[in-house]
C-alpha cells in the first residue's frame, strides 16, 4: 500500500476525516490496553492549533485520509528533564495516527519517512518524541527506525509514564559533531 500513498498538509477541510480518523485510532488502542489517547486528546483545538501552524500532515491513498502526524520544534515542557544526547536543531514527531483499517500497511513507515526528511530539509538534526509507555507496537516501531530510548516522562495530569525517544538524523549531528 505503501507505494500509493502520498503525504501532504493538511488543510481545513480534512479537519472532520481527521478528528474522526483519532477517533477510531483512540477505540482501537483502548481496546489493545493503550491508554496514552483518550476521548479528550487528541481533540480539534490541538488539531486546529496545529494546521494555524502548518506542521498536520496526513498520508493519503488517493482522497482518503489512512493517518495523521504532526511535525514541529515545539518540545513539551516534560522533556526538558531528558538526558537528550542533543538539544540544538530539533524537530518532535506528535500525534502519530493511523486509521486501524489501514494499520500494516506502510502508514506509519510513510509517515516517519515524511517527517524524516522534513526535519533535514528544515535544518534539523535529530527527532525527539514520545509514547505511551504501553504502546508495544509504537515502540517497536520507533526502535525499528532507529531511534534509541531517553528516559521517561509524565505529561500533564495523566497518570502515566511515557518512553521519550531520540533519532540522529546525520552522521555529523552526534554528540561532538556539528552540522
Not at 127 to 138: C, E, F, K, R, S
Request: charged share 20%.
Amino acid at each position: 500500500m505503501s507505494d500509493a500513498l502520498r503525504v501532504a498538509a493538511l488543510t481545513q477541510a480534512h479537519i472532520p476525516p481527521a478528528l474522526a480518523l483519532f477517533a477510531r485510532a483512540v477505540a482501537a488502542m483502548r481496546a489493545h490496553g493503550y491508554m496514552q489517547w483518550s476521548a479528550a486528546y487528541p481533540n480539534a483545538a490541538v488539531l486546529h492549533a496545529d494546521l494555524a501552524a502548518g506542521t498536520v500532515y496526513g498520508a493519503f491513498a488517493g482522497d482518503t485520509l489512512l493517518g495523521v502526524v504532526t511535525v514541529d520544534t515545539r518540545e513539551h515542557p516534560a522533556y526538558a528533564g531528558v538526558p537528550w544526547q542533543v538539544r540544538g536543531g530539533v524537530y518532535c514527531v506528535h500525534r502519530l495516527a493511523v486509521d486501524p483499517a489501514a494499520q500494516r500497511g506502510g502508514v506509519a513507515r510513510a509517515l516517519m519517512d515524511f517527517a524524516e526528511a522534513h526535519a533535514l530539509r528544515g535544518g534539523g538534526r535529530v527527532i525527539h518524541l514520545d509514547t505511551g509507555a504501553d504502546n508495544l507496537p509504537a515502540q517497536a516501531l520507533y526502535e525499528r527506525r532507529g531511534y534509541a530510548r531517553r528516559g521517561l516522562v509524565r505529561l500533564d495530569e495523566r497518570d502515566m509514564r511515557f518512553i521519550c525517544y531520540e533519532k540522529h538524523l546525520c552522521g555529523d549531528c552526534r554528540p561532538g559533531g556539528s552540522l
